[in-house]
């Protein structure tokens, strides 16, 4: 657990304004991934990453930007296109994507948009 | 793409009962299922998997069945105790895809 880090814990935007969430991973794991998760709704996927300067969209990518510049970082940004970008983000990573790869979960980052 | 059903929403037993959750997936070519628990305001902690070459697997309290032909898979957990309060989220994936989750089931465990 202790592994990957998201910073910060608690996030304010207004509205109009873009923010980025921080992730980071010390495991040594080549796939990330960016999760969403609003009440009922369960863990919907962003965008993921299987290696360094490549990522995917996932089911809900609109009003969202990721880079993978890092091996170790793999930020989110929520722009102004994202209608509705108050949730609990999740970042998680995997040895590799697919088969038998358990992913570990950050402490997530609240954000509201005021 | 693959499409994780999960049931109930919610569930609610006795101390010391067994509780069952349940899955059904849609992509026969899916071959990972594991099951994460999150305590309120905590992250999702993988508790339990299971692959395609195996029915059944158990750790303590806890067990996964799957069912290939069905297409579904479950979660058991006995003995309840207050402490597996909390949701839980199964998922799928298969070949090079990503973890698909189902919505989840809070489960609540009364003294």
């Known amino acids: 657990d202790g592994g990957i880090t998201q910073s910060p814990k608690y996030l304010f935007r207004k509205e109009g304004q873009n923010v980025t969430l921080s992730c980071e991973q010390n495991?040594?794991?080549?796939?990330m991934y960016w999760y969403r998760q609003d009440p009922g709704q369960g863990l919907r996927l962003i965008y993921y990453?299987?290696?360094?300067?490549?990522?995917q969209k996932g089911d809900i990518a609109e009003g969202y930007s990721v880079s993978r510049e890092k091996k170790e970082s793999f930020p989110l940004t929520v722009t102004s296109a994202q209608k509705n970008p108050t949730a609990f983000y999740l970042c998680?990573?995997?040895?590799?994507?697919?088969?038998?790869?358990?992913?570990?979960f950050g402490p997530g980052t609240r954000l509201t948009v005021l | 793409g693959e499409n994780v059903e999960q049931h109930p929403s919610t569930l609610s037993v006795q101390e010391g009962d067994s509780a069952v959750i349940k899955c059904t997936y849609s992509?026969?070519?899916?071959?990972?299922f594991p099951w994460y628990k999150q305590e309120l305001g905590k992250r999702p902690q993988l508790i339990i998997d299971?692959?395609?070459?195996?029915g059944e697997k158990k750790d303590q309290r806890i067990a996964v069945t799957l069912n290939k032909t069905a297409k579904h898979f479950s979660l058991h957990i006995t003995e309840t105790q207050p402490e597996d309060s909390a949701v839980y989220f199964c998922?799928?994936?298969?070949?090079?895809?990503?973890?698909?989750f189902g919505k989840g089931t809070r489960l609540s465990v009364i003294a």
């Open positions: 998680a990573s995997s040895t590799v994507t697919g088969i038998g790869n358990e992913q570990f």
């Open positions: 495991l040594n794991h080549d796939a």
């Open positions: 990453s299987q290696i360094v300067n490549d990522f």
């Open positions: 992509d026969s070519a899916s071959n990972y």
């Open positions: 299971i692959r395609s070459n195996v």
């Open positions: 998922a799928a994936s298969g070949g090079n895809t990503p973890l698909v």
